[in-house]
């Protein structure tokens, strides 16, 4: 097979390729290799580790060659950089953390290694996963491998803050990635490239060792090109782990084994507040086409309601800063990462934070300082826990009478670099759709399932009964098989 060939692959091809002896994980991680180098353009990487990935391989195949190997056993795959690992550096695309190398591992990513995936690099995310554009990154922003038919020159954003992964994925310059959502970074960059993301349940994957933006909401989850290779990937990634006390201890599914194929009988919400005014017309249509797809599989759309929608940006934009607030003040120049020396104590602190954050996670810490206030904490963090638990209690009761939700994953395709102006809020705007499951915990897939009218993907999202992604990957891939999404950058 060419090398170009073996890039093509899907994970569950390459697995079948690799026990049929038909290439080696060694070739396969080469020709990732060799597309890695050659799309630098994108700037999808922040750290290659091309040697790491051959050595790696070199074992796979040693292992495979004994009949041995676990569920991923030679699989190339990239690792978003908010994952620290061991020896190799670690940067949150952030400043402060730019020459950072972890003397530990990350319980996803040591998973992932033990079922024998070989890390190709790290990549690039909106800094401290901050921001759905992959614009905040200290490195510079990630180019979206797709093209606009009407302008093919511009550059387009692949989302974020996943979007380094998700550009690594659609350009076939890994098989998949690991992405983390807190309010849609894994969903919104895999509907802005065309690939499948999902995010777990809360509690699914451990969060040990990923680097923390907003504890109660981070949740890391794979990114790959098909349903069935994010089923692969999910259950090597998850598992209970004594070292996160939010992680839940629940058995791991077989999800590949959940891919039946057969939805006939389930129910599909949809829900009325999704459609605000100003949705564009072709993701609606989208969104139309999807349900009438299900429809066609045997499910039952029903329309149901989640009153408390509106309240869900607010809220996320009080609960995320708070809490990212907490998680940065690690970050004082003191015991690791970045140190601007000061004439006393607090002015090295003030020097090494302004010198080490940039301008959209400073935005975050002053809002999350402010709503953590005394005098104000009970007026807005405290308010927005209550509407938090009427957002969770909207889809509580849904679940009572559908079995999936359907909606679209963004409100539009990919953007281009600098397009948007510089009013933060229209940027977190793209999460409107994504926000709410991230705050009710529950599980949130985005799936390809058609173009714009200007030739660029766009993703609906399926969201799940908490622990149910079976549920979920279940209808994915028969909307997947459906909708016939074979179009490639
Ligand atoms: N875009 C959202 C934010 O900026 C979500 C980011 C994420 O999920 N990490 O907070």
Not at 67 to 72: L, Q
Not at 108 to 132: I, R
Not at 403 to 408: G, H, K, Q, R, W
Request: charged share 20%.
């Amino acid at each position: 097979m060419s090398r170009s060939d073996l890039t093509r692959l899907t994970m569950a091809a390459a697995r079948d390729g690799l026990a049929r002896k038909d290439f080696t994980a060694v070739e396969l991680a080469e020709a990732h290799v060799a597309a890695m180098e050659a799309a630098r353009q994108l700037n999808a990487f922040v750290t290659e580790t091309p040697e790491l990935a051959v050595d790696r391989a070199r074992a796979a195949d040693a292992r495979l060659a004994k009949g041995e190997g676990g569920a991923m056993e030679g699989l190339p795959i990239a690792m978003k950089d908010l994952f620290c690992t061991e020896g190799v550096r670690t940067t949150a695309s952030s400043h402060i953390l730019e020459n950072f190398i972890p003397p530990y591992e990350s319980t996803v990513s040591a998973n992932l290694k033990k079922a024998g995936a070989v890390m190709l690099g790290k990549t690039s995310l909106d800094e401290f996963a901050m921001g759905s554009s992959n614009m905040t990154s200290h490195f510079g922003p990630v180019e979206n491998p797709w093209k606009r038919k009407s302008d093919p020159k511009a550059k387009l954003v692949p989302g974020g803050s996943s979007g380094g992964s998700a550009a690594a994925v659609a350009a076939r310059l890994a098989l998949g990635a690991t992405g983390t959502d807190t309010g849609g970074s894994i969903r919104q960059p895999a509907s802005f490239c065309g690939i499948v993301g999902i995010k777990p349940t809360y509690g699914r994957c451990s969060r040990w060792g990923i680097i923390a933006f907003a504890s109660s909401l981070d949740q890391a989850g794979p990114m790959a090109r098909t349903v069935r290779d994010v089923s692969i990937m999910l259950g090597a990634m998850a598992g209970h782990d004594p070292k996160d006390s939010t992680s839940a201890p629940v058995a791991v599914p077989n999800f590949e084994a959940a891919l039946t194929g057969d939805i006939r009988g389930l129910k599909v919400g949809v829900p009325k507040e999704y459609r605000p005014d100003g949705l564009s017309s072709e993701v609606e249509t989208l969104w139309n086409d999807g349900i009438a797809m299900l429809k066609d599989a045997g499910a039952t759309p029903v329309e149901i309601s989640l009153p408390h929608t509106k309240y869900a940006l607010p809220t996320y934009y009080i609960v995320a800063p708070a809490e990212c607030s907490s998680n940065l003040a690690r970050y004082d120049g003191v015991r690791y990462g970045l140190r601007v020396e000061g004439k006393t104590l607090d002015e090295m602190y003030a020097k090494t934070r302004a010198a080490g954050f940039g301008k959209e996670v400073r935005r975050r810490i002053l809002v999350g300082t402010y709503v953590l206030s005394a005098g104000y904490y009970d007026a807005y963090y405290a308010k927005a826990q209550k509407v938090r638990r009427l957002i969770a209690d909207d889809f509580a009761k849904a679940f009572q009478s559908v079995d999936v939700i359907l909606t679209p994953t963004a409100p539009s395709a990919a953007f281009a670099i600098g397009e948007t102006d510089d009013n933060p809020v229209t940027m977190w705007l793209n999460d409107v759709f994504t926000i709410p499951t991230s705050l009710a915990g529950l599980p949130g897939l985005s799936l390809p399932t058609g173009l714009s009218t200007d030739g660029l993907p766009l993703g609906l999202q399926l969201i799940g009964r908490p622990f149910d992604e079976e549920t979920v990957l279940k209808v994915a891939e028969v909307m997947e098989k459906a909708a016939g999404f074979t179009a490639v950058p």
